[in-house]
């Protein structure tokens, strides 16, 4: 089974996977959905290279760590290391068609740079310095998302969409130029994980909320 299936059923609509559980192991960090315990993938904490869960993986090892997470916003590739963004709390702030929307409260970056001890000084210290840089993205404000609709499109666009649209997963029907998560989704994208894949929008999102519109 691919390990990035939607939680949606019936195929009328596309939703995402809401609440996630973020095992840690030595070798690598393992992501599932919490509601579909057979969807989800890992993440080698030394080369950051994501894989589908498969039917056949099973550990026999228990993780260091078990904690819950509530979305994956995408990795970040630097010199010797790659770091996934993952959002630690959110809160409910309002509706849009019907379905809730999230803003992000707090995220945090999980480290794959195993492969850092092998690195020349010189790229110790430029990883060092980038790092540093990620606890901007770390605090960002103002991200909003919505594991059941598309957010960055508006009513007026939405309505000319032709039939079918809304079983898409929910980052194809998101324009590009509104996601701004949009150049860390690569990895999330070529691995096939559309139910893991949060388009996120920045901004004032009060003119987006629109209680049980249909």
């Not at 893991?196 to 209680?211: A, D, R, S, Y």
Request: a neutral charge; proline letters at 4%.
């Amino acid at each position: 089974m691919d390990g990035g299936d939607g939680a949606s059923s019936g195929g009328s609509r596309f939703k995402l996977f809401d609440q996630l559980e973020l095992q840690e192991f030595q070798d690598k960090y393992v992501i599932k959905s919490i509601e579909s315990p057979n969807q989800g993938f890992s993440i080698g904490r030394r080369d950051g290279n994501v894989e589908p869960l498969t039917g056949d993986d099973t550990c026999s090892l228990n993780p260091s760590k078990v904690s819950t997470i509530y979305g994956v916003v995408g990795t970040i590739r630097l010199v010797a290391g790659t770091y996934v963004l993952v959002i630690t709390s959110r809160k409910e702030v309002g509706t849009f068609l019907g379905f809730p929307i999230f803003k992000v409260m707090s995220m945090t970056f999980l480290s794959c740079n195993e492969a850092l001890k092998f690195s020349s000084y010189q790229e110790k210290q430029d990883e060092a310095y980038f790092r540093t840089l990620l606890r901007t993205v770390e605090s960002a404000p103002g991200l909003y998302y919505s594991y059941e609709a598309d957010i960055t499109l508006n009513l007026q666009r939405r309505y000319k969409l032709a039939e079918g649209w809304m079983t898409k997963p929910i980052w194809k029907q998101a324009d590009p130029r509104f996601v701004w998560n949009r150049n860390l989704l690569e990895d999330l994208i070529e691995s096939k994980l559309d139910g893991f894949i949060i388009p996120i929008l920045q901004g004032n999102i009060l003119k987006f909320l629109i209680p049980n519109a249909v």
